[in-house]
């Protein structure tokens, strides 16, 4: 199910898969965490470039580490090596709020929620 707090999947919901503007599923996979709690600090990052990173890239972030934590190699290990980063994001929902109002923008607009830099982060 939905949470309700996301959204009210009913007024999107249609049996039609070919209905425009609507879907067929009834749940999701949803996020538990809070994704502010983000530990930029832990990464190297100020707090006021964390907020303009798009969560999908926060995310990436941390199971990358987890990985490699989990092979038990140590960023030294891979630091200069040949080692390459392919990185597949879906949809720019963060990016769409932050174009709502562009006078607030943060100077880390592009570099926080551009797709080129969801590798780019990583490596």
């Avoid at 980063?85 to 949809?91: I, L, P, Q, S």
Wanted: glycine share 8%.
């Amino acid at each position: 199910m939905v949470p309700k707090e996301k959204y009210y999947w009913k007024s999107f919901h249609h049996p039609d898969l070919k209905a425009p503007g609507a879907h067929n599923h009834r749940g999701g996979h949803f996020l538990k965490e809070d994704i502010a709690a983000f530990d930029g600090k832990f990464f190297g990052i100020p707090p006021q470039e964390c907020e303009a990173i798009d969560p999908q890239f926060r995310l990436q972030l941390e199971v990358t580490y987890e990985a490699l934590e989990n092979t038990g190699l140590h960023l030294e290990d891979v630091r200069g090596s040949d080692t390459a980063v392919y990185v597949a994001t879906f949809g720019q929902d963060y990016a769409g709020m932050q174009d709502r109002d562009l006078d607030t923008s943060s100077e880390y607009y592009m570099t926080g929620r551009g797709l080129a830099m969801a590798s780019n982060r990583i490596s």
